[in-house]
């Protein structure tokens, strides 16, 4: 299949439009990460989403709308708790799970009782949508298992000959994926860390919680609360560790690590201003938000690269490091070492 690439101007969205109207799928940016979208009303569609991704079909999708007042043929039992988070957070870098209505094919809630539902505040997705007409299932645009996609040329890599067209939109500004939060029942729980922070949640609803397999890898046969949780994720080619700590004693470990590795191509992804010899030096950036912004991308150019072996700097600063944490832990198959 040939695979456009399309702009932002207004030919381009109503075209890509068109392809979704019609069935065919189309990548686009969100403030986020990239989205692989198809019409959430379509059953076709949302199975070539699951095939082009190479996704399993247990693992459902989130729904992206334009509009708040779509929400109500969406989903039903909306709690005071869900308002309130949907009244702070939408539209932005956040995703609500609520109880689904009959509208939403079992495809693409895996056949769950709930549904994701995300409105995002990047312009052209919004434009997207609405030239759609329908709202759009969106899982991230990445082949299932690498990281997900913050620019074009990300998804040109993963999705090229897979489908239609794909909306060039520049990077991604928050870059990690969407906050998720279930509020389908009575206490919100946290269940994916992003751009909206888990204080800035509990501001809002004092009484939700953090799922604590966000920090923590399934136990065998455990059944998780989000079924993204038990898939293999972020995972460049490269192998990652994750050294924790003050930026100090981080470089002191990764020095060590580095020499113990000479024979390796090592990579170091930095958080500092640390110099490391013989090793591929990639910045995330100073502030936890440039890290979480840059992460994806850093991943990635490693495995061009050729490294093998990356270590990476983290030091919670802020509560944008869950977001970064729960990336890197899954990153590295929760290999951390805390100095
Ligand atoms: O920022 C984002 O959320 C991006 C952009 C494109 O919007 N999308 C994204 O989709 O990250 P995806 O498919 O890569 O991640 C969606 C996650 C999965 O872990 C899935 O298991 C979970 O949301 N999910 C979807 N529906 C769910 C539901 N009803 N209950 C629990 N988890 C759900
Ligand atoms: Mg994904």
Redesign the pocket.
Known sequence: METKILGTDKESIELAGRILAQGGLVAFP?E??????GSAFNPESVRNIYEAKG?PSD????V?IAALDTLPELAEDISDKAKALIHAFMPG?F?I?LK?SGLIPDEV??G?D???I?F?VNET?QKLIKAAGVPIA?????LSGKP?PTRAKHVIDDMTGRIPAIIDGGGCA?G???T?V?A?EEIPVL??P?GITYEMIADVVPDAVIDPHILQSLTDGEKP?????K?KHYSPDAEVTVIEGSMKAVKEEIDKKLKENADKICGVLTMSDNAYDSAVILHGGMTNKEYAKNLFDCLRKFDELGVEIVYAEFENRDGYGLAIKNRLYKSAAHRVIYV
């Open positions: 969100t986020t990460v990239y989205g692989l979208g996704r693992n459902p999708l989130i992206h870098p995703t799970i689904k809630t895996a769950m709930t549904v994701a995300r995002p997705a969106a899982p991230s645009a990445n997900s928050v990690v994926e969407s998720i279930d389908s269940l994916r992003g609360p989000c079924p993204g949780m898939y």
